[in-house]
Every structure is written in structure tokens, then in C-alpha cells.
């Protein structure tokens, strides 16, 4: 399938905070934002990591939850009217001819833009592996980390590894499906919702399914088919457990991904910029917050929302080399304010 | 007041530790690639550590979600996030060996 490619000024990889700031800086000098990001909702770490942690040092409010912060900067971001693109990954990003970049999602989705602003913070969220030697080797036969169509697990003996929402939630969903359900944790806490743990409970009371305390140390199987685990139990010894399908939910973690392949600088996994425009090493292609790397880089929102602003001011000189900027205040420019839909 | 570290190696080292700081802070000051993604909030658990078992009983319980980070990574019998974990007087000489998790690879 081709798709129309979409064009815009300004493609943001990442919706974390310092993309959406970015959105309202580069919305001030009237350049049109189109956000990517791999969670399925704004606010990146934020909201993926900490919504409900407390932040204390944004200038001028003294305390403020990820998930309030995501929420303001969405709303300081709205008058210029971002389009939004979640669960989607950027994977490939190109220069054209006419100077102008294309960028690529594994979705399927391609824009054409004038200028490319990296705000991906840790890289890319991916579910985070379990430190099982061999695990690779099954991954997409009989180890999975998501689960994409239910179906898929009728009539296996599926095993499940982990404590939080996702592990119970699926345990519980799938256990109808499944040939047989277990669910294997490091301890008899859970971080799941209360309900989900009570009905779990009630399952393996119902004999419907089991619960292991203990973590896995080893798979067995042949060509990518597992056959069983071994794990070890808290109180130091191992047992095997019978399974041909293994679900591990330990949450996600991030990586730097598909920024590497892009034929930018790099220097230690962050993308070095200049601390005027703060762009990388391809003119056009921009890169704020905890991305990047420059001298006395420090990693706060606050550094991100500076930088930002200076980008800004960059980016629209590369996009229209010509125009002249006349800096301005939101307070007394009129013009700002009615970009703003205040005046 | 010191700390000994055990890195991805199995390489021991001394490092000189300051009451009141966490240990995860004296292992980056130290500048060791410890990920500690969060810096300090109890949320990702990368700056994991297997506290040696003798040392394990003076350290306070942990809490919730010291827990669930975890939980999330792989976390085992003596496994504790440096990031919780603050220097007094009593912890001089503890001795940690970074998990796997914990350690910054090139990409």
C-alpha cells in the first residue's frame, strides 16, 4: 500500500514534553507541528513512567503530577492545532532533493517535511526482555510480549511471567482460551490492580489455573517451540514448569531504536548538538531535550522547554531562509495573541 | 565512609561515599554507566543492585514501589534499586554488584 505522503513544516518525533513545548514555540512562528510517538498516548516519560510522581521543579508550579504537566502542555499547545500520530514508530528518515526531509513510520504513515525536531528522549519505549539466556531464539514463535490477537493462544498452555496490570489482566483473559493458564512471580505482591489479583486468586482456587512464586531461569525446546521452563523458587530451589507459550510482562523500557540508522553523530547512545540552534550534525534536523548532548547538558524539562525555544527560532530560519524574524512577546504582540486566540 | 562496588566485570571497587546520598548518586558521580534512566524517582528501576547478603538485614525494608520497579526488572532474592538506598554511618562498606540492567551498553 502507498500512502499520500503528508505535507508539513514540522514533523516532532516524540510527544514527551519538550515536543509539545515545541509545538507552541514553533506555533508562535506559525510553523504547522505533526507529532509521532510510540506510546498510544502524549506526555512520553511523563506519562508512560511517573504520571502520578509529583514534580517540583517546573518554574512556577511548585508541585505538578507527569500526568498534569502532559495535560497543560497539550492545552498550551492547542491553539496551533497539532496533529497527533500514536503507536507509531518513526524508522526511517531521509533527506530529498528539494532539501525537504521524509520520514517514515512502521505503521505505514510518511510525511514530507521541512524540518525534522528529535525530541525521543530515552529512544524508543519497547517491552523490556527478561534476562533468560536463549530467550531470543523463541521470541515470535512461543515467547511473546504482547498479545495482539487472543486467538492465537486458544488451546495452548500458556504461562505467564510478571505482577503488574498486564500480566494479571491477560492471565485473566486468556485463562478461557487457553489449553491451561499459569502465572509466575517473584513474590505474593502484586502491583495489578486489587481486583485483578482477587480474581486471579479465585481462578487458581477454582483449580482453573496455577500460581508459581519463584522467577525463570532457564527455557527448554526445540526450533523456537518451548516445552517447559525451569525456575528457581525463593526459597533457592528449582522445579520445572510444563508450557509451550510464554508471556513476560515486566513493563517497558526505553531504547534508542531506529535514530541510530539515520546517518546522524552520536555520542554515547544522545545526538551532540550546538547549544544556539540545537541541531544535529544534518542541517534541518533538530534535537531537544534528554536526546541530546552538548556541554553542561543537564536532563530537566525545564533545560528541554529552553531549548526548544532557541530551536525554534533556528528551525524557522532554515525552513524560510529569506523571511525576516522579528522577535516578539506573547504579552504586548498582538499578533502572537491572536495566533494564540486570545486577542 | 566508602562503598564497594562490583561491576559488570566482577571488577571490585572502592568508592569513597558521602552520608546522606544515595548510592546510586555516588556510583554515577563515580562515573560508572549506571542507566538510572529516572535519576532518583523509584520509576525505572535501572540502577538495580545485588546487595551482598550479609549487608542485606541493616538495610530498611522496601517499599512498594521500590518493589514493583522490581518486579519489572527481574529483580531477585537480595536485588535493591541504589536509588533508594541512602549512606549513613552503618552502611559503611557496603558492597553492591550492579545488575545487568543497571549497566549502559552501547547501542
Known sequence: MTQEAISTDVVIIGAGPCGLFAVFELGLLDMKCHLVDILDKPGGQCAELYPEKPIYDIPALPVVSGHELTERLMEQAAPFSPEYHYNEMVEELEKLEDGRFRVKTDGGLVFEAKVVVIAAGG?????????IPGIDAYEGQSVFYSVKRMENFRNKKVLISG???????????????????????????????????????????????QFHLGQITALHGDNGQLTGVTAKGNDGSDYEIEC???????????????????????????????????????????????INTYPG??????????????????????????????????????????????A | MRIILVDGKGRERELEAIEGWRVMEIIRDHGFPIVAECGGACACGTCQVEVDPQWAAKLHEPRGDELDMLDQNYGGEWSRLSCQLIMTPELDGLRVRLADVAIRKAA
Do not use: C
Open chain 1, 123 to 131: 529512544g524508543s519505549f519497547q517491552p523490556k526482555k527478561p534476562p
Open chain 1, 297 to 342: 547538558k543537564l536532563k530537566l524539562i525545564l533545560s528541554g522547554f529552553h531549548e526548544a525555544a532557541l530551536m525554534a527560532q533556528a528551525a524557522f530560519k532554515y525552513a524560510n531562509p529569506d523571511a525576516k524574524v522579528t522577535f516578539q512577546y506573547t504579552t504586548s504582540s498582538t499578533s502572537l495573541q491572536k495566533k494564540l486566540g486570545v
Open chain 1, 163 to 209: 505482577g503488574g496490570d498486564s500480566a494479571l489482566d491477560w492471565t485473566i483473559n486468556l485463562q478461557p482460551v487457553a489449553q491451561s493458564m499459569q502465572l509466575i512471580h517473584r513474590r505474593d505482591g502484586f502491583r495489578a490492580a486489587p481486583d485483578s489479583v482477587n480474581k486471579m486468586h479465585a481462578l487458581v482456587e477454582e483449580g482453573k489455573m
Open chain 1, 244 to 290: 509451550d507459550t510464554l508471556l513476560p510482562f515486566f513493563g517497558l523500557t526505553m531504547k534508542l531504536g531506529p535514530i541510530a540508522n539515520w546517518g546522524l553523530n552520536l555520542h554515547e547512545n544522545l545526538i551532540p548538538v550546538d547549544t544556539g540552534k540545537f541541531q544535529s550534525s544534518e542541517p534541518g534536523i533538530f534535537a531537544i531535550g534528554d
